[in-house]
């Protein structure tokens, strides 16, 4: 059973930085897909970020060259750097994994940026 762990939410001031962490139990950490969705307040939740088991990587153009996702399988961590936030991207962010057999969810972490 793996288990998604999702840190570093806050609140933050416009044009300012946060890094997100989802920490991921279980074995075989480096082999699936994952990605981060994020929801805000009456929508939908959204996928914003990918990255594979190459490390190869793909955004939605509301978040392409802001936000960074990377990983480290030696620490079953992704990561997810944000930066020159706006208060569009107030939400509460989600990690994912795709296995062959399920979706695995973290709780998620709210992000608050002020204007």
């Known amino acids: 059973q793996v288990q998604l762990v999702e840190s570093g939410g806050g609140l933050v001031q416009s044009g300012g930085s946060l890094r997100l962490s989802c920490v991921a139990s279980?074995?075989?950490?480096?082999?699936?897909?994952m990605g981060w969705y994020r929801q805000a307040p009456g929508e939908e939740r959204d996928l914003i970020a990918r990255i594979f088991r190459d490390g190869s990587t793909n955004y939605v153009d509301s978040v392409r060259g802001r936000f960074t996702v990377s990983r480290d399988n030696a620490k079953n961590a992704m990561y997810l750097e944000m930066n020159s936030l706006t208060p569009e991207d107030t939400a509460v962010y989600y990690c994912?994994?795709?296995?062959?057999?399920?979706?695995?969810w973290g709780r998620g972490t709210q992000v608050t940026v002020s204007s």
């Open positions: 994912i994994m795709w296995t062959k057999q399920r979706n695995y």
């Open positions: 279980g074995n075989d950490f480096g082999i699936y897909p």
